[in-house]
């Protein structure tokens, strides 16, 4: 059973850059698919990015595309989350998780594994 934590979180003025990480406890993380998500108060949980094992294929929501970038260190047993110029709607507890597949996934029950959070919070 692998565990999640996320880190990075915090307050960032619109138009800044923030980068989360996400490490694993007791596995790992290359034996699995990594993905983010994010939800904000009053909305359900949405998918920002996604990561094959090997780090070849990625995949981003269209909100987020050309701003924000995933990329993993096997090596360090980390994912990241590169957000760049960051809007208030950006604003929310985002959450990696993981999936034992091999390519990347949108899809929310397709991931078994879920960290805390971190929460991300944009001034205007």
């Known amino acids: 059973q692998v565990q999640l934590v996320e880190s990075g979180g915090g307050l960032v003025q619109a138009g800044g850059s923030l980068r989360l990480s996400c490490g694993a406890i007791?596995?790992?993380?290359?034996?699995?698919?990594v993905g983010w998500f994010r939800q904000a108060p009053g909305k359900e949980r949405e998918f920002v990015a996604s990561i094959g094992r090997n780090g070849i294929k990625t995949d981003y929501t269209d909100s987020v595309q050309g701003r924000f970038s995933i990329s993993r260190d096997n090596a360090k047993n980390l994912v990241y989350l590169q957000m760049n110029s960051v809007k208030p709607e950006d604003t929310a507890v985002y959450y990696c998780?993981?999936?034992?597949?091999?390519?990347?996934?949108?899809?929310?029950?397709?991931?078994?594994?879920w960290g805390q959070g971190t929460q991300v919070t944009v001034s205007s």
């Open positions: 998780a993981a999936r034992g597949e091999l390519g990347v996934g949108i899809i929310r029950s397709e991931y078994k594994h």
């Open positions: 007791g596995r790992r993380i290359d034996g699995y698919a």
